[in-house]
């Protein structure tokens, strides 16, 4: 079974989408996690072709349910355009999203990447995530990891579910739905009795990701006022390919 069941629409925009149990969240299992939720409208904006930027607004929790996914252009263009997704569950808008799509050159003799390298999957050990957070979205994903110092971790991860029953899916895609799963890396006791939900999510790629393994470097800083930031360079097997940020307000646990 996938996270989603497509209920109407076309494989190359919106439409309606039936959440399944493997989308239960780590703060409360009866609502979604956002992560397959950002990897339905990457999935979405992307029929118009890859995407170098999504910014994801956070509106309201969302129920294990159905949810419908409009598609917008906000900025038409040959070479630059810039597309708009809104989830709806329940009659109200529970997610903004938006995505800048450039068209690419051949610029491979400029490339550079000066993130330094991830450490190889194989160095990493394996990960029961499940074992610090509750729900189905993390029951479903294959995890190595380690700690690398008070507030930072590796990791490389990947899914074992598919996104939407019957429906192909570009590695982009697969490689944004992991991408909000970072806040969650960090398990350091200092985290242990607080509530640290992102309130958004905004990711930047230099280059195409390819495969299904996910890798990420992330770092959390929280200040003293209530405010956390969770930033991870995110990269595939071949290399760094960008950045994930997530804003986060902290609050002791109830």
Do not use: K
Not at 58 to 64: H, S
């Amino acid at each position: 079974m996938a996270y989603f069941e497509r209920l109407s629409g076309t494989p190359d925009g919106g439409g309606r989408f039936r959440a399944t149990e493997h989308t239960g969240g780590g703060w409360n299992p009866t609502e979604q996690h956002i992560a397959p939720t950002v990897g339905l409208v990457a999935h979405c904006l992307a029929g118009g072709g890859p995407v170098q930027r999504l910014a994801v607004e956070i509106l309201g929790t969302i129920g294990i349910d159905e949810v419908e996914v409009a598609v917008a252009t906000v900025r038409p263009g040959r070479t630059i355009e810039l597309v708009e997704a809104t989830v709806t569950w329940a009659g109200r808008a529970v997610v903004r999203a938006r995505a800048w799509r450039l068209a690419g050159s051949d610029t491979s003799a400029a490339a550079l990447a000066a993130e330094p390298p991830l450490p190889p999957r194989g160095e990493l050990a394996a990960w029961d995530m499940s074992a610090g957070w509750p729900g189905g979205y993390i029951a479903s994903l294959e995890v190595r990891h380690r700690d690398v110092g008070p507030g930072r971790a590796q990791a490389w991860l990947r899914s074992r579910q598919d996104l939407l029953d019957g429906e192909d899916v570009a590695d982009l895609t697969r490689f944004l739905l992991l991408a909000d799963t970072a806040n969650g890396l960090v398990q350091g006791p200092e985290r242990r009795g607080w509530f640290y939900p992102n309130v958004e999510l905004t990711a930047h790629l230099f280059r195409a990701p390819a495969g299904p393994w996910v890798g990420m470097d992330t770092s959390v800083s929280w200040g003293p006022g209530g405010h956390g930031m969770t930033a991870t360079v995110l990269h595939d097997e071949a290399g760094p390919v960008g950045r994930v940020a997530q804003l986060c307000t902290l609050r002791p646990m109830p």
